[in-house]
C-alpha cells in the first residue's frame, strides 16, 4: 500500500508521524473520509469544501490548493490500483513543541490514504439495526463546534463506548437540552406519514455529505424533508428511522433503547433511498480516468 504524506507517496511502513506532531499531541487537525465508487471519488468537492471550512475555523492552512489535493488525491487512489474504497484524508498542525501553542508548528502534515473499503454486513441493510441513546452528552458549539470534522473525537468515541457496552450498533448523542443531534459517525433520519426530519446542524451536528445527497433524493422524490430539532419522543414515535454516513450509506434502525421503530424492519421510504443513492453514487464526483 502507497501512502501520500507531506508530497510524496512513500510505502505504508515509512508512513509515520512524529510524535511531536500537534495531531498525535493535542488532537490539533483535521480530517476527511470519502468514497470512491467504480472509479469515481464521490463529491470530492464537497469534502475538500468542508476540510477547508474545518481547517479555517481552527485557523489551519492548508498547504495546498483544491486542485492540488484533488491531484495528490488521484495520484494516491491510482498508485493503490482501487475502484471501489475510502479515502482518509488527514491534515494536522504538523510538529511543534510540547506546548499547545499552534504558532510553534511552521508547517502542517498532510496525508492520504487510500484503502479497500470495509463494507457493513448486508445483513444489517436487510434487518436494521439496533441503536441506543447515549448518556454522554453533545458539547455546546460554543464549546467546539461539531461541523468541523477535526481529530478531538473523544465525545463521539465516549458514546460509541456506550453504544458497545450495550451491545447496539450505533448511538444517538443528545444535546443538553435533550435534541437528537446525530450518531458517532452518522447523521439521522426519522420519517412519520411520510415527512423526513434530521436534524439541524447548528444543534452541534455534522452536515454529513451523505445526509445533504439524502436530503435532495428526498426532495426531488417529491417528499417533504424538515430540518427541524425534535426529541427521542419523535424518534421513538417514528414510522421509520435511517442513519447516513460515507461508510454506512444509508442503515436501517429498527430499535432504539429497547423500543421497536414502526413495524421492526427497514422501511419503504428508506428502500427507495438506498437504490436511488447507490444508482447515482459511482457518477456522482471526480472520475480517477480522466
Ligand atoms: N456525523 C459524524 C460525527 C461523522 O463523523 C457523519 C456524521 C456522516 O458524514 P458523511 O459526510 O460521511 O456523510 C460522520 C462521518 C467511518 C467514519 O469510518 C466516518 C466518520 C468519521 C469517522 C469514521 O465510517 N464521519
Redesign the pocket.
Known amino acids: 500500500m502507497k501512502i501520500w504524506i507531506d508530497g510524496q507517496l512513500v510505502d505504508k511502513s515509512e508512513a509515520k508521524i512524529s510524535v511531536f506532531d500537534h495531531g498525535v499531541l493535542y488532537g490539533d487537525g483535521v480530517f476527511e ?1 470519502i468514497r470512491i465508487y467504480d472509479g469515481c471519488i464521490y463529491r470530492l468537492e464537497q ?1 475538500l469544501d ?1 476540510l477547508w471550512s474545518s481547517a479555517k475555523y481552527i485557523k489551519l492552512t492548508i498547504p495546498m490548493t483544491q486542485e492540488e489535493m484533488t491531484r495528490a488525491i488521484i495520484e494516491t487512489v491510482r498508485a493503490n490500483g482501487l475502484r471501489d474504497g475510502y479515502i482518509r484524508l488527514g491534515v494536522t498542525r504538523g510538529i511543534g513543541d510540547l506546548g499547545l501553542n499552534p504558532n510553534n508548528c511552521p508547517s502542517p502534515t498532510v496525508f492520504i490514504i487510500a484503502d479497500q473499503i470495509r463494507l457493513f454486513p448486508q445483513e444489517l441493510y436487510d434487518n436494521g439495526i439496533e441503536v441506543i441513546s447515549a448518556a454522554v452528552q453533545r458539547q455546546p458549539v460554543s464549546a467546539l463546534n ?1 461541523r468541523v ?1 477535526s481529530c478531538n ?1 473523544l465525545n ?1 468515541i465516549l458514546a460509541r463506548i456506550e453504544a458497545n457496552n450495550a451491545g447496539a450498533h450505533e448511538a444517538i448523542i443528545l444535546d443538553l437540552r435533550g435534541f437528537v443531534v ?6 439521522i433520519f426519522v420519517v412519520r406519514r411520510g415527512v423526513l426530519t434530521t436534524p439541524p446542524v447548528y444543534l452541534g ?2 452536515r ?4 445533504d445527497a439524502v436530503i435532495e433524493i428526498a426532495r426531488e422524490q417529491g417528499r417533504e424533508v424538515r430540518e427541524e430539532p425534535f426529541t427521542l419522543y419523535e424518534v421513538y414515535d417514528a414510522d421509520e428511522v435511517f442513519v ?5 450509506e444509508l442503515v436501517p434502525v429498527v430499535k432504539v433503547d429497547g423500543r421497536t421503530i414502526g413495524e421492526g424492519k427497514p422501511g419503504p421510504i428508506f428502500r427507495h433511498l438506498l437504490e436511488e443513492f447507490r444508482r447515482r453514487a459511482p457518477r456522482d464526483g471526480v472520475m480517477i480516468d480522466s
Open positions: 473520509g469534502h468542508r461539531p470534522k473525537y463521539n446525530e450518531c458517532t459517525a452518522d447523521n451536528a455534522l454529513g455529505i451523505t445526509r447516513t454516513g460515507t461508510a454506512a
